[in-house]
């Protein structure tokens, strides 16, 4: 099997950018031939970039004829699509389908229901674009950037692709990363729902920690959604939580954490760290505390705790609530309360026990849900099930025979 991977990268690094690269080599270290097409935002800077980049979000040539020609170089059987928006465009599906290569796309977010792709709007969930052709509610409040033009190539892009068919009728399979991401787009009607696999993202293993650093780690983008706000309220409340808490990130609301950081003692802003300095974190850390306010698809930070044996205190919210499994392998906090943080922080603190308890629930449920080898195994039935929806016949590979019993 070889298959082709396209991704648009974020500016600010993010959890997307680190699954691309962590599937890839999932499968290169299996013996599968990848080879990784990515391209960026980076050179949108101009008034002329931008109106070519509005243009090409609805159907990029550019991008389709770049497209076909990695196919008709690297001969994929499968192209696997991470994020299209805005450079790449839907005409990469097209291209794949006339190279006859069954094609998948990974729902990392809801951009194909809301214009901001997060469904969050002043501080909270929003769902008033959901199962509409046109998000004009979306156009209207300007959620994409703040500017109602961007916004409007936005919505218009999805609802072109969806009155087209392209979304019904040129993607094989839809990788859904959590059961609740599924059942939003399910209950869109954006996607056939027999078309949509839920397969969470892989999580390398760091190796179990010891839990002696005696601090409250967050870990991820220093924004609105992430409930960072909500972090440092209920540190700053009478008491802290408990803890030392330690941030490592960085994003919009850094100059935020930075003077929390320089008022508050218990607080330390460690800015952007490496992936290597974050599994160190994990590993000590008392718990992961993950905050946020909005409907996550998948929560990558949480899996990469329970890899460590590092349980989560978590909002109850959306994925978060249904990965974190109360006093199993973290605690749940009800969504944007600080108090109620503060609460559940003071809960774990007061007994040792549970603490031992929910170390041993985080790595059994990283074991059970995360690990590289299900995650390779649950990929390629994504793949056969793609490949058999388009009707393309693989040649018999011992290798991947191999790779198959092995996983």
């Keep these: 099997m070889r298959v082709l991977i396209l991704h648009n990268r974020y500016q600010f690094a993010g959890g997307e950018d680190a699954v691309v690269r962590q599937e890839s080599e999932m499968l290169t270290a299996a013996g599968i031939a990848v080879e990784v097409f990515i391209t960026d935002n980076d050179g949108i800077v101009s008034a002329s970039s931008q109106l070519r980049a509005a243009r090409d979000a609805f159907y990029s040539r550019n991008s389709y004829r770049l497209a076909a020609q990695r196919i008709a170089a690297f001969r ?112 869109s009607k954006t ?80 800015g952007s760290c490496d992936r290597t300095t974050i599994a160190g974190l994990m590993q000590r850390a008392t718990a992961l505390i993950f905050p946020s306010i909005c409907y996550e698809t998948f929560g990558l930070t949480i899996a990469e705790a329970f890899a460590a044996g590092t349980p989560a205190i978590a909002s109850n919210l959306g994925v978060a609530a249904e990965t974190v499994i109360e006093r199993e392998n973290g605690l749940l906090f009800e969504a944007g309360n600080p108090k109620a943080l503060q609460s559940a922080a003071a809960a774990l603190l007061a007994s040792p026990g549970l603490i031992a308890h929910l170390r041993r629930g985080a790595r059994s449920t990283y074991e059970q849900r995360y690990t590289t080898d299900k995650n390779l195994a649950a990929l390629l039935d994504v793949y056969d099930q793609a490949l058999h929806a388009a009707g393309v016949q693989l040649a018999a590979d011992p290798q991947l025979v191999a790779t198959r019993s092995a996983h």
Excluded at 91 to 97: C, E, F, G, N, Q
Excluded at 194 to 204: H, Q, Y
Excluded at 222 to 249: D, F, H, M, N, T
Aim: aromatic letters at 6%; hydrophobic letters at 40%.
């Design 76 to 187: 994929p059987d499968v192209v696997h699509v991470h994020n299209f928006l805005p450079r790449l465009s839907p005409s990469v599906y097209d291209a794949a389908l006339d190279s006859h290569c069954a094609v998948v796309q990974s729902l990392h977010n809801y951009r194909l229901l809301c214009v901001n792709a997060q469904l969050f709007r002043n501080g909270s969930p929003c769902e008033k674009c959901v199962g509409r052709t046109l998000a004009f509610p979306g156009v209207l409040h300007k959620c994409y950037r703040g500017s109602g033009g961007a916004s409007a190539v936005v919505a218009g892009m999805t609802a072109a692709h969806r009155v087209r068919g392209t979304w019904r009728n040129r993607v094989h399979r839809y990788i859904a990363v959590s059961e609740f991401a599924r059942e939003l787009f399910i209950r």
């Design 191 to 270: 996607v056939p729902a027999d078309r949509i696999v839920v397969k969470p993202n892989p999580v390398a293993d760091p190796g179990i920690g010891r839990g002696d650093g005696n601090h409250f780690l967050f870990a991820g983008r220093l924004s609105p959604e992430k409930g960072i706000r909500v972090l440092l309220q209920a540190a700053a409340l009478q008491g802290g939580l408990g803890l030392p808490l330690k941030i490592a990130g960085d994003g919009p609301l850094k100059s935020e954490v930075l003077a929390a950081a320089a008022t508050q003692p218990n607080i330390e802003y460690l």
